[in-house]
Nanobody, 126 residues
Framework: QVQLVQLGGGLVQPGGSLRLSCAASGIALDNYHIGWFRQAPGKEREGVSCISTGVGDTYYVDSFKGRVTISGDNSLNMVYLQMNSLKPEDTAVYYC???????????????????WGQGTQVTVSS
């Protein structure tokens, strides 16, 4: 059974940094895509970044480029999202999610993500 457990999150001041972790079990990470999403109050869920560790691919939504870095560790079955220069508008619930990787399919097929972590609140406020 595929399971994702999220670690990290919390309250951070504007301009600060935070690292979110996603621990995967029941899968071999290099055979799956892992994506990070967020949902701010009153807004739809949006993709942030994704990674396919099996082929060494990463993807960043344009609005997050330069501020977030996604990485993965196949030996630990962990994926991380490092977020820097955080702004109040980054306040949201952040989710990691996964779906199986087939061949060269890109990880940013957001609608295909079908297994989700529990979500973690990130609040950026002074």
């Amino acid at each position: 059974q595929v399971q994702l457990v999220q670690l990290g999150g919390g309250l951070v001041q504007p301009g600060g940094s935070l690292r979110l972790s996603c621990a995967a079990s029941g899968i071999a990470l290099d055979n799956y895509h892992i994506g990070w999403f967020r949902q701010a109050p009153g807004k739809e869920r949006e993709g942030v970044s994704c990674i396919s560790t099996g082929v060494g691919d990463t993807y960043y939504v344009d609005s997050f480029k330069g501020r977030v870095t996604i990485s993965g560790d196949n030996s630990l079955n962990m994926v991380y999202l490092q977020m820097n220069s955080l702004k109040p508008e980054d306040t949201a619930v952040y989710y990691c999610a996964t779906f199986p990787r087939f061949g060269s399919e890109p990880c940013y097929k957001w609608s295909k993500y079908n297994t989700w972590g529990q979500g973690t609140q990130v609040t950026v406020s002074s």
